[in-house]
């Protein structure tokens, strides 16, 4: 099975109201947005998840334009999904 399309990682950016929610591959490559109305889906899978330090080499710069936001409240939040 082809694991190269498979989140690994989900990226909060931004404010903690409203942030953008990004997931990435264990090759550190972007896959997709989540667009997520009510919430309840990025809860879900925060809940599911364990807190993790950004990787370093995160394909950021894919999709966040520079310069790129930094970790903290209204930064960079990354979870490590099971």
């Known amino acids: 099975m082809n694991r190269s399309h498979l989140a690994k990682y989900l990226v909060l950016l931004g404010p903690t109201e409203a ?7 264990g090759e550190h490559r972007y896959l997709a947005e989540v667009f997520d109305e009510d919430g309840i889906t990025v809860d879900q899978l925060m809940k599911s998840s364990t807190v993790c330090p950004t990787p370093r080499n995160l394909a950021l710069d894919e999709v966040v334009p520079s310069p790129a936001v ?9 979870y490590a999904l099971g």
């Open 19 to 25: 942030p953008r929610a990004l997931l990435f591959n």
């Open 70 to 78: 930094g970790p903290g409240e209204d930064g960079v939040r990354c």
